[in-house]
């Protein structure tokens, strides 16, 4: 996660400016670190998903120890349960746990 940004951040940036020539080059590297640190974040979450969420997902003891029997899990279901796309919805996923 943050060491990837700040290194990519650091690194691309930098040698952008120096090699493609100074400010231009600064904006242009920062643009493609952005969308290589885009790329690699949303890369992660979906193999996590897939990989970990999906085999440990039916285990009886991970659902207790993330809690989905409880009341705050048990709200966002309903949130997220609801046609269309209303205020609350865009809070949970938003501001939600990530996970």
């Known amino acids: ?31 493609l670190c952005i969308a290589v640190c885009f790329v690699l974040k949303l890369s992660a979450c979906a193999v996590q998903q897939k990989l970990i969420g999906e085999r ?16 705050f899990i048990r709200a966002i279901e309903f949130q997220l349960d609801q046609p269309g796309l209303s205020f609350g919805k865009v809070v949970v996923l938003v501001g939600g746990p990530d996970w």
Do not use: E, M, N, R
């Open 1 to 31: 996660g943050a060491p990837i940004y700040l290194f990519g951040g650091v690194l691309i940036s930098g040698k952008g400016a120096t090699d493609w020539g100074g400010d231009k080059g600064f904006w242009l590297a920062t643009a």
């Open 56 to 71: 440990l997902g039916g285990w009886t003891s991970i659902k207790q120890a993330v809690g989905v029997h409880k009341p």
